[in-house]
């Protein structure tokens, strides 16, 4: 019997290492976002005074700095979630081939019950727990890029102001010169 479960054993034990592990990764993909999910979440707030700044020049300075930073956090935070994806499919593969390792076993002999109570957490909680995480963290990342378009936005809007009004003073600055030369050579 334990030549003709040699294979299946060690293919369960790998499995079930690799679950444990991917258990692991999982969890700390989640915090990592979480913890992307509130510095991006700060930065937003951070938009909102922003565009109250009545001094328009600061007001650029800030939507500026911002939108430099949120696309970074975004991109870090979009990853994790990549990850637990990831972690999502793997846990679902290596849960898969457990059970089949469990079903060779049990058809050369008797197994322990928790090998199948494993399984069963396994499917039942930690999967769970990661699509959970998943369906959690997900709808987040349109209003990430949402409010990195507003701020672009905001900024060429601004930026335009200031334009057209730079362009206007030169406007009336070319005026005020054709008139002196006309005055001068009038004169």
Not at 95 to 118: D, R, V
Request: net charge negative; with cysteine.
């Amino acid at each position: 019997l334990a030549n003709q479960g040699y294979d299946s054993l060690l293919s369960l034990l790998c499995c079930r290492h690799k679950i444990r592990y991917i258990q692991a990764q999982a969890r700390e993909s989640n915090r990592s976002a979480r913890t992307l999910y509130a510095k991006i979440d700060d930065r937003l707030k951070q938009f909102s005074s922003a565009i109250a700044i009545p001094d328009v020049s600061t007001q650029l300075d800030r939507l500026q700095t911002l939108l430099a930073q949120i696309p970074i956090d975004a991109q870090s935070y979009t990853q994790h979630l990549s990850d637990l994806h990831a972690h999502c499919t793997a846990i679902d593969v290596n849960i898969a081939n457990y059970e089949i390792s469990l079903k060779q076993l049990a058809a050369i002999g008797e197994t322990p019950p928790f090998w199948q109570q494993f399984l069963t957490l396994s499917r039942d909680r930690d999967r769970t727990q990661i699509q959970t995480n998943i369906d959690y963290l997900s709808p987040i990342t349109a209003l990430f890029q949402q409010a990195i378009d507003t701020i672009r936005g905001t900024v060429e809007i601004e930026q335009a102001k200031i334009d057209r009004a730079s362009e206007d003073a030169a406007e009336k600055r070319q005026q005020t010169i054709e008139r002196l030369i006309f005055a001068v050579s009038t004169g």
